[in-house]
Nanobody
Framework: QVQLVESGGGLVQPGGSLRLSCAAS????????MVWYRQAPGKGRESVAA???????NYADPVKGRFTIFRDNVKNTVYLQMNSLKPEDTAVYYC????????????????WGQGTQVTVSS
């Protein structure tokens, strides 16, 4: 099993910055991809930023140029640096990790963090 612990959410004024982190622990053989999603009130969950094992990144159009996803391979932690925040960025942010475990090297499994609230308001 993999445990994901998220942190870094909070209340910030428009134009401000926050950094989210998601630490993965467990008997992990390899992490294939790490993705940040968000879900605003009354809306569906959407992907925000993704990072694969090769270091390639992909961003949703609304956050391009403002958000940066990166990881610390030693700590198995993925980060989301959010700058120039807007009220429309208000949402619960979830990390998703696709990992292969030592106990089952034949498949990759998706794991989800508990979510962290980000509120952008003056």
């Amino acid at each position: 099993q993999v445990q994901l612990v998220e942190s870094g959410g909070g209340l910030v004024q428009p134009g401000g910055s926050l950094r989210l982190s998601c630490a993965a622990s467990g008997s992990i053989y390899r992490i294939n991809a790490m993705v940040w999603y968000r879900q605003a009130p009354g809306k569906g969950r959407e992907s925000v930023a993704a990072l694969n094992s090769g270091g390639d990144t992909n961003y949703a159009d609304p956050v391009k140029g403002r958000f940066t996803i990166f990881r610390d391979n030693v700590k198995n932690t993925v980060y989301l640096q959010m700058n120039s925040l807007k009220p429309e960025d208000t949402a619960v942010y979830y990390c998703n990790v696709q990992a292969i475990l030592y106990s089952d090297l034949w498949r990759a499994i998706d794991y989800w963090g508990q979510g962290t609230q980000v509120t952008v308001s003056s």
